[in-house]
Nanobody
Framework: VQLQASGGGLVQPGGSPRLSCAAS????????MGWYRQAPGKQRELVAV???????NYVDSVKGRFTISRDNAKNTAWLQMNTLKPEDTAVYYC?????????????WGQGTQVTVSS
């Protein structure tokens, strides 16, 4: 599975960019898609994930501001980020979990920088 992320860049506080993540390759049984992020000097943290049934999970700091969605047929997920804050600045990593060979396998995209600054 290969994950191609797009979106992000330099955004002003309060901005509303959208990240996308497209999966390709052996894309059967991709149960979960989403994003993690890593800010300088901090550990990578879950931002938002969504499973094939549409169940979502968000880190508390983005609840009410970020919305994750997914098109299962296209194996693509989107993260709509609203009301961005400087503390949202981080490298955002696209993530997918595939059930393969009787176990869950994690895949990561290359990371896309989101910088919130005026």
């Amino acid at each position: 599975v290969q994950l191609q992320a797009s979106g992000g860049g330099l955004v002003q506080p309060g901005g509303s960019p959208r990240l996308s993540c497209a999966a390709s390759g052996s894309i059967f049984s991709i149960n979960v898609m989403g994003w993690y992020r890593q800010a300088p000097g901090k550990q990578r943290e879950l931002v938002a994930v969504i499973n094939t049934a549409g169940s979502r999970n968000y880190v508390d700091s983005v609840k009410g501001r970020f919305t994750i969605s997914r098109d299962n047929a296209k194996n693509t997920a989107w993260l709509q980020m609203n009301t961005l804050k400087p503390e949202d600045t981080a490298v955002y990593y696209c993530y997918a979990e595939q059930f393969y060979g009787g176990r869950n396998v994690d895949y990561w995209g290359q990371g896309t920088q989101v910088t919130v600054s005026s």
